[in-house]
């Protein structure tokens, strides 16, 4: 064998070394194209799932809400009917009953919620500015009752059940809005009308109820609003007519049924008291009146 085949054969053996080597470096960035395909397709179909799911979930919410807004058409026929056979605008003995916390300090929701749906009939009666407030209210009753409702509707009974349930069970803060959490601010807001019937009862007429009331807002459920929204409401609640005039509404301009308004307010201002303050203790307890 001459030199040159020597050379050919040994040329010849590193080429086969490149190309074995260049064989399997192919080899394995065919199989990393192939887990990157593999993860890239299990990406695409999470992402397409929880697309769905989304998609699922927001359809829900709208179902819900059709829901709740029929059913609150529904509730205002069956008030227009109700209210035509009251003597007042506003059930006061009822509100008197219903807001009256039970023997051992408990507050069972459905009396609380009977209680703040009458009550809410006071607030659609001041006027138009007012409906936002009504329908909130109305919400925050429907969460309630919705959960009343529920597949876990023994731990909705009373207000130290319920906190203490969704407490346990990290339920307090959801992506939708907690029993606990819906409760909290309709307690908020009956801290307001508290203070709005206590001066509502007054005869003289000074200070002005509009001043009076845009104070009360600002010190009582104003705090726990942003200051575009306090400031908006306050000076709405400036508009305000005087307190013969609004107790003439609820007493739908009658002179005997003002006399019984006039009687049952400090009786339902009584029970309204109590109760927010057995609720009040309880969200201390727990450590969640600031929740935002």
């Given at each position: 064998m001459d030199s040159s085949t020597s050379e050919i054969e040994v040329v010849n053996g590193k080429l086969k070394k490149e190309l074995v080597v260049k064989e399997k470096e192919?080899?394995?960035?065919?199989?990393?194209?192939?887990?990157?395909?593999?993860?890239?397709?299990?990406?695409?179909?999470?992402?397409?799932?929880?697309?769905?799911?989304?998609?699922?979930?927001?359809?829900?919410?709208?179902?819900?809400?059709?829901?709740?807004?029929?059913?609150?058409?529904?509730?205002?026929?069956?008030?227009?009917?109700?209210?035509?056979?009251?003597?007042?605008?506003?059930?006061?003995?009822?509100?008197?009953?219903?807001?009256?916390?039970?023997?051992?300090?408990?507050?069972?929701?459905?009396?609380?919620?009977?209680?703040?749906?009458?009550?809410?009939?006071?607030?659609?009666?001041?006027?138009?500015?007012?409906?936002?407030?009504?329908?909130?209210?109305?919400?925050?009753?429907?969460?309630?009752?919705?959960?009343?409702?529920?597949?876990?509707?023994?731990?909705?009974?009373?207000?130290?059940?319920?906190?203490?349930?969704?407490?346990?069970?990290?339920?307090?803060?959801?992506?939708?809005?907690?029993?606990?959490?819906?409760?909290?601010?309709?307690?908020?807001?009956?801290?307001?009308?508290r203070d709005f019937m206590t001066e509502l009862v007054k005869e003289k007429e000074e200070p002005k109820l509009s001043e009076a009331a845009s104070r009360i807002y600002v010190s009582t459920t104003g705090r726990f609003h942003p200051p575009i929204l306090r400031e908006t409401f306050s000076l709405v609640l400036r508009m305000l007519p005087n307190r013969a005039t609004i107790r003439s509404r609820v007493a739908k301009e009658n002179e005997e049924a003002e006399e019984t308004l006039k009687r049952l307010l400090p009786e339902v201002i009584k029970s309204v008291t109590e109760t927010y303050d057995v609720c009040q203790r309880i969200y201390q307890d727990y450590n969640l009146l600031n929740l935002p």
């Open positions: 192919d080899e394995e960035e065919e199989k990393k194209d192939e887990v990157k395909e593999m993860r890239n397709a299990k990406l695409l179909k999470n992402e397409k799932e929880e697309l769905k799911v989304k998609e699922e979930e927001e359809e829900e919410e709208e179902d819900s809400d059709d829901d709740e807004t029929e059913m609150d058409n529904e509730e205002d026929e069956e008030d227009e009917e109700e209210e035509k056979l009251k003597e007042l605008i506003v059930d006061m003995q009822l509100v008197r009953d219903y807001f009256t916390p039970g023997a051992e300090n408990e507050v069972p929701l459905a009396s609380y919620l009977k209680a703040y749906v009458e009550l809410n009939k006071f607030i659609k009666m001041l006027g138009k500015f007012y409906y936002f407030v009504s329908l909130d209210v109305k919400r925050k009753i429907a969460t309630l009752r919705k959960k009343m409702a529920g597949e876990n509707s023994q731990y909705y009974v009373d207000l130290k059940t319920m906190i203490k349930y969704e407490t346990e069970n990290g339920l307090v803060v959801e992506k939708s809005m907690s029993g606990t959490e819906a409760l909290l601010m309709l307690h908020r807001g009956l801290e307001f009308a």
